[in-house]
């Protein structure tokens, strides 16, 4: 079992629409979980991090855990062709993992 | 504030030849992480220092990758000798305190082809 697993995609959503990407997670003493996003051929940036059960939100992006269930995700609203990117989940454990990514695709 | 720097850009190299990486971190980063990014994969995590001594190396192939990072600053990373399956993206992250929670800032990268 991976420590981190995402559904690879690619995910295909309307410009204007509600992105929403999925994330479990194996060891349940993980702490620090955080989403990427990486455009084709660049480095990952840090999109959010969230550490408590529950949402947090940054502008378009909202990012939810929940502990119980080993999950987090991200919603992106109002979804710009800009998105388009492999957003990856990554979680700190013993060590600090990231999942494949999933890719996303905005249509305009 | 310059970013994560990292040479070369592109690397070719035969199988069983060597190849060094470089990277200088953002002014006054602690931390110091090296990550191997496989096409279609997220990275994976091979080194991480604090200042000049080694926090995790669990997965850094010992036999035949090695990292150092001399004054705190600056980092190599050599594979020898190199392999097929080490075709990937080489990327060096800086964070400026050692926790996870902080944020990793990744530099360009170097793409290396093992033929």
């Known amino acids: 079992q991976k420590e981190v697993e995402q559904n690879s995609g690619p995910l295909s959503v309307p410009e204007g629409a509600i992105a929403s990407l999925n994330c479990t997670y194996s060891d349940r003493g993980s702490q620090s979980f955080f989403w990427y996003r990486q455009y084709s051929g660049k480095s990952p940036e840090l999109i959010m991090f969230?550490?408590?059960?529950g949402d947090k939100e940054d502008g378009r992006f909202t990012a939810q855990l929940n502990k119980a269930s080993q999950y987090v995700s991200l919603l992106i609203r109002d979804s710009q062709p800009s998105d388009s990117a492999t957003y990856l989940c990554?979680?700190?454990?013993?060590?600090?993992?990231f999942g494949t990514g999933t890719s996303l695709t905005v249509i305009p | 504030e310059a970013g994560v720097a990292q040479s070369p850009r592109y690397k070719i190299i035969e199988k069983r030849q060597s190849v060094a990486f470089w990277c200088n971190p953002i002014s006054g980063h602690a931390t110091l992480y090296w990550y191997q990014q496989i096409l279609g994969q997220g990275p994976k995590l091979l080194i991480q220092f604090q200042n000049n001594g080694v926090v995790d190396d669990s997965q850094l192939p010992k036999d035949r990758f090695s990292a150092e990072r001399l004054k705190g600053v600056d980092s190599t990373l050599k594979i020898q000798p190199a392999k097929l399956e080490d075709s990937a993206v080489y990327l060096c992250a800086s964070s400026p305190g050692a926790g996870w929670t902080y944020e990793q800032y990744f530099g360009p990268g170097t793409r290396l082809t093992v033929t």
């Open positions: 990554a979680v700190t454990g013993n060590q600090f993992y």
């Open positions: 969230i550490y408590s059960n």
